[in-house]
């Protein structure tokens, strides 16, 4: 079988019912939390899947074996107004569920501006494992991303506009406008916080 | 034959100690008795092995794990040198509690999985007696390695990939809630440097919540139950286990087992072992009981007891009170006369 056959085995048969059920456990978590705008819950889309798989590091595959290793097969987000929510929910996200990894995703350089965000790869609970599930082809972790709206808003729009599969690479000066945009929300996320705590302090 | 190596270590006493004394070692034949009670504590594994870890993330968030990686590193190359790193990690995290222990690396393929069980063996003290027909002879034993079912500790670990798989694991450990109720952390904690899979407040929730949603539905006998253990549970604050072993210690009846099990998602996670949250438990649900003189027994959500049920002071002195509510029947049962 090849990998795309047995991806999508495990797509159709496991990871869009998987992907319901972690969000929903991730709201009841969140119920009675303020300033939730979203939870969100996705199975990785098969092209996306592929596209990730052939990737090379350093003139290698950078996945000698995707289904073990791409972690992100199932992703869940959690969309909050504020920056301060941002912290305020980690503390719950890693009470409740447990992680291997935890990154704060900034741009490397002061100077730079591109992607924010925090990212988890958590253990899939077993409560969200129903027992008609296949599970041998549940993976054993998914990615959960905590992003304000203006986080959300532009690594939508940017990674409509320069990570589907099949488009183009962005010039210079395209990348140039993304970095703008990003300055902006990173901006706005800021001017938010501040009216945040100045109106509730 | 699925086992395909099997390597042993004697490991000594060395936390807070300097430098550890070398740790030997041997590689153990695939054959004869030894061999034998070694390959059924891996076949054994999979059942003996009922506490599901998960290697805990490096101190700045990364994917990486120490003992994870000695572990992987035996598994790409399974050597007795490899094998001594575990050990000698193993050594560093042994102190007087512990004591020695013998430390056996079982490593196999099933299927298209690889399996490694670590077993560790705590040592003992024995009487060797030898009879003939004419006399019997005794001879006192010291350093005897046994499976004891006080102290027994073990981790099994399969996966296919060596690269996104052996994150998680099953382990055993008889000394995890100790009769003192200091918990043992040597085994899971700091030698494998892992947590239970599942985190204490979203075990804890899922009882609780299993629980409330049970009484909701119950019948009363099954309601007074589910309450009175729900009452009782905060005695279980630090505690260690799982909703099998929570439904064997408030001696729930098979009527009340099957509305738990009903709240349940899947048939695995009663088994599933946690750490109980008090504090996250009574979030979620928390029942006061008073029993009456009279046989009487009230029972209400602990939040709006003192709203259902109105108290009146009867006889100071006697403290004799009376308790009375007003409402509509909506469940009457009878129990069953003995």
């Not at chain 1, 504020?82 to 704060?104: A, G, M």
Request: some cysteine.
């Amino acid at each position: 079988m090849s990998l795309q056959s047995e991806y999508k085995n495990r797509y159709d048969k496991v990871l869009t019912r998987l992907a319901e059920a972690i969000a929903e456990q991730v709201q009841g978590y969140l119920r009675s939390e303020p300033r939730i705008d979203r939870v969100t819950g996705r199975a990785k889309d098969i092209a996306s899947f592929m596209d990730k798989a052939r990737r090379e590091e350093n003139g290698k595959k950078k996945y000698s074996e995707p289904l073990s290793q791409i972690q992100d097969q199932i992703g869940v987000r959690i969309i909050t107004f504020y920056t301060s929510d941002v912290t305020r929910l980690h503390d719950i996200v890693v009470k409740y569920f447990r992680p291997i990894e935890i990154k704060n995703h900034v741009p490397e350089s002061e100077k730079e501006f591109s992607y924010f965000g925090r990212h988890f790869i958590l253990k899939v609970p077993t409560d969200a494992i129903s027992d008609d599930m296949d599970r041998t082809l549940v993976p054993e972790f998914f990615e959960l991303q905590i992003k304000t709206l203006f986080q959300h808003a532009w690594s939508e729009a940017e990674h409509d506009l320069g990570y589907k599969p099949g488009t183009t690479p962005l010039t210079s000066e395209q990348k140039r406008r993304l970095a703008f945009t990003s300055a902006q929300a990173w901006g706005a996320d800021h001017i938010f916080e501040e009216l945040f705590r100045e109106r509730h302090p | 034959m699925s086992v395909q190596h099997v390597h042993t270590y004697l490991v000594h006493i060395g936390k807070g100690k300097a430098g550890p004394p070398r740790i030997g070692g041997t590689t153990v034949a695939l054959k004869d008795k030894f061999f034998d009670l070694l390959n059924n504590i891996y076949s054994r594994s999979d059942d003996e092995c009922d506490i599901d870890i998960t290697f805990s993330l490096s101190p700045d968030g990364k994917q990486q794990n120490p003992c994870r990686d000695l572990i992987l590193d035996y598994l790409r190359n399974p050597t007795l040198p490899n094998g001594r790193m575990i050990a000698e990690r193993l050594e560093k995290m042994t102190d007087n509690r512990s004591g020695l222990g013998l430390l056996f690396l079982i490593g196999g393929t099933e299927g298209k999985e690889r399996k490694l069980v670590i077993s560790r063996f705590p040592t003992d003290s024995a009487i060797l007696a030898d009879e003939n027909q004419t006399a019997l002879t005794v001879e006192f034993l010291e350093r005897v390695f046994m499976k004891s079912k006080y102290s027994y500790k073990a981790v099994s670990y399969r996966g296919r990939s060596l690269e996104g798989d052996f994150w998680s694991g099953r382990a055993t450990d008889k000394q995890i809630n100790p009769s003192n109720g200091d918990i043992s952390n040597y085994w899971i904690v700091e030698f494998l440097a892992s947590e239970f899979s599942i985190t204490p407040a979203a075990g804890t929730r899922r009882l609780a919540v299993a629980l409330r949603d049970a009484a909701k539905k119950a019948d009363i006998e099954v309601k007074t139950e589910l309450a009175a253990a729900t009452t009782l549970a905060s005695r279980l604050k630090g505690q260690r286990l799982n909703i099998d072993e929570f439904e064997q210690r408030f001696g729930l009846s098979p009527e009340a087992c099957a509305a738990l099990r009903s709240e349940l998602k899947n048939s695995k996670v009663a088994q599933e072992r946690f750490q109980f949250d008090s504090d996250e438990f009574n979030s979620v649900i928390r029942y006061r009981s008073v029993e009456m003189s009279s046989g009487g027994i009230l029972i209400g959500p602990s939040g709006n007891f003192d709203k259902i049920f109105q108290k009146e002071v009867v006889d100071k002195e006697k403290k004799r009170v009376r308790y009375s509510t007003e409402g509509t029947v909506v469940d009457t049962r009878l129990k069953k006369g003995l």
